[in-house]
């Protein structure tokens, strides 16, 4: 009996951390885009060539450089 408490235990443990790794993927994945959007550039940040569209919406978004920090601004044009 002891064994298959120890069994379901482990199974369970699993579970949740499959839960957590799936909670944290989704709320840190790759937020860089959605970061820095925002309609004010600051004068120290350059216009690049580089435009990034979004395949579900079109919405452009155009990415500014910051050669003194190498901070990216990513604002939707």
């Known amino acids: 009996m002891t064994a298959i408490i120890v069994i379901v235990g482990i199974y369970v443990l699993q579970i949740i951390a499959v839960i957590a790794l799936i909670l944290l ?3 840190v994945y790759d937020k860089r885009f959605r970061r820095n ?6 004068a120290d940040f350059e ?3 580089e435009v990034n569209i979004d395949p579900v919406t079109g919405e ?10 190498g ?3 990513y604002k939707k044009e």
């Open 25 to 27: 993927g989704y709320f």
């Open 37 to 42: 959007h925002g309609t004010k550039v600051a």
């Open 47 to 49: 216009r690049t060539e």
């Open 60 to 69: 452009k978004t155009r990415v500014y450089y910051n050669p003194k920090t």
């Open 71 to 73: 901070d990216r601004f």
